[in-house]
């Protein structure tokens, strides 16, 4: 099953566009710009002696920031050699139109200010959005991009454990890592993201007692659930969400999004495990 579906990305992500097309005949998905310098530049760092990054799952999603160079401005998880895991959100949040739209990909990272000989570097080619998404509730907020040239797996860069059930618990202990792309002005501004990697201890909070916290969502959807800790250090959409070693949600509505912090607010994450299937079935995304 699992050759069988790598397959199916490898013949999305390096086959040509005419077939791309033709691989899709009753839905659009979003064509992403190429930018060929970097497609001629992909590097694979390959050497099994290199030092393990503790996320490997876990990459930047960038763009290019104008004069300012390329930027982060989310995260995702990657599922497969060649594809990962993010938000509709995410994407939504910088670019209604992705005709002329670079998304960069990068794998095997901690520290955004330095190149680390770690760095896997590629690009997207088409984003799915699942098909259910509500840009108004955010429920169902998940897409899949795939990527122009696969990544090489190693110790630094590695795909996420899927979640074998849904068995959420109440204050449950769960870890998220990312970068903080909010600031201090608690709003989106990807030319102050930089630095180390920050991680987040939190625990989760059921459906039934998130709208006893302030989430700034206007409803807690079916897919969804809370979290709460004592120090957000990740306010990254897109951020994997991992309990006890699997992807157990991605983050949809960071804690403080737009407001200022108080003791009472918990942030949102989309639950991976009704989905799964969704995620993990190319042919599900056409």
Same mark, same amino acid.
Request: hydrophobic share 35%; aromatic share 12%; glycine share 6%.
């Given at each position: 099953?699992?050759?069988?579906?790598?397959?199916?990305?490898?013949?999305?992500?390096? %086959?040509?566009?005419?077939?791309?097309?033709?691989?899709?005949?009753?839905?659009?998905?979003?064509?992403?710009?190429?930018?060929?310098?970097?497609?001629?530049?992909?590097?694979?760092?390959?050497?099994?002696?290199?030092?393990?990054?503790?996320?490997?799952?876990?990459?930047?999603?960038?763009? *290019?920031?104008?004069?300012?160079?390329?930027?982060?401005?989310?995260?995702?998880?990657?599922?497969?050699?060649?594809?990962?895991?993010?938000?509709?959100?995410?994407?939504?949040?910088?670019?209604?139109?992705?005709?002329?739209?670079?998304?960069?990909?990068?794998?095997?990272?901690?520290?955004?200010?330095?190149?680390?000989?770690?760095?896997?570097?590629?690009? %997207?080619?088409?984003?799915?959005?699942?098909?259910?998404?509500?840009?108004?509730?955010?429920?169902?907020?998940?897409?899949?991009?795939?990527?122009?040239?696969?990544? +090489?797996?190693?110790?630094?860069?590695?795909?996420?454990?899927?979640?074998?059930?849904?068995?959420?618990?109440?204050?449950?202990?769960?870890? +998220?890592?990312?970068?903080?792309?909010?600031?201090?002005? *608690?709003?989106?501004?990807?030319?102050?993201?930089? %630095?180390?990697?920050?991680?987040?201890?939190?625990?989760?909070?059921?459906?039934?007692?998130?709208?006893?916290?302030?989430?700034?969502?206007?409803?807690?959807?079916?897919?969804?659930?809370?979290?709460?800790? *004592?120090?957000?250090?990740?306010?990254?959409? %897109?951020?994997?969400?991992?309990?006890?070693?699997?992807?157990?949600?991605?983050? +949809?509505?960071?804690?403080?999004?737009? *407001?200022?912090?108080?003791?009472?607010?918990?942030?949102?994450?989309?639950?991976?495990?009704?989905?799964?299937?969704?995620?993990?079935?190319?042919?599900?995304?056409?």
């Amino acid at each position: 099953m699992h050759f069988l579906f790598k397959i199916c990305f490898l013949t999305l992500a390096w %086959g040509a566009d005419s077939k791309s097309r033709g691989r899709y005949p009753d839905t659009q998905p979003i064509l992403l710009a190429d930018d060929e310098t970097l497609s001629d530049s992909f590097t694979a760092n390959s050497n099994p002696s290199i030092q393990t990054t503790e996320f490997p799952h876990h990459v930047s999603l960038q763009y *290019n920031h104008k004069a300012k160079g390329w930027r982060h401005f989310c995260s995702a998880s990657i599922i497969d050699a060649c594809a990962v895991l993010t938000t509709v959100s995410c994407y939504n949040v910088f670019t209604k139109d992705s005709s002329d739209w670079v998304l960069r990909v990068i794998a095997g990272v901690n520290n955004l200010s330095i190149n680390e000989p770690t760095w896997q570097v590629t690009t %997207g080619q088409y984003i799915f959005q699942h098909p259910q998404f509500d840009k108004v509730t955010l429920n169902y907020d998940f897409a899949v991009i795939y990527l122009r040239n696969c990544f +090489t797996f190693n110790a630094a860069v590695n795909s996420t454990s899927m979640p074998r059930s849904d068995n959420l618990a109440a204050n449950q202990s769960c870890i +998220t890592s990312g970068w903080d792309t909010f600031g201090t002005s *608690n709003t989106i501004d990807p030319t102050k993201v930089q %630095g180390s990697m920050g991680v987040s201890d939190l625990i989760v909070v059921l459906e039934g007692d998130c709208d006893n916290y302030d989430h700034g969502n206007n409803v807690i959807a079916d897919t969804m659930f809370c979290t709460k800790g *004592n120090s957000l250090q990740v306010r990254d959409l %897109g951020a994997p969400l991992i309990c006890d070693e699997f992807l157990t949600g991605i983050m +949809t509505y960071p804690e403080y999004m737009g *407001n200022p912090p108080t003791d009472k607010q918990v942030s949102i994450f989309s639950k991976v495990f009704p989905v799964k299937d969704w995620i993990l079935n190319p042919s599900y995304h056409v």
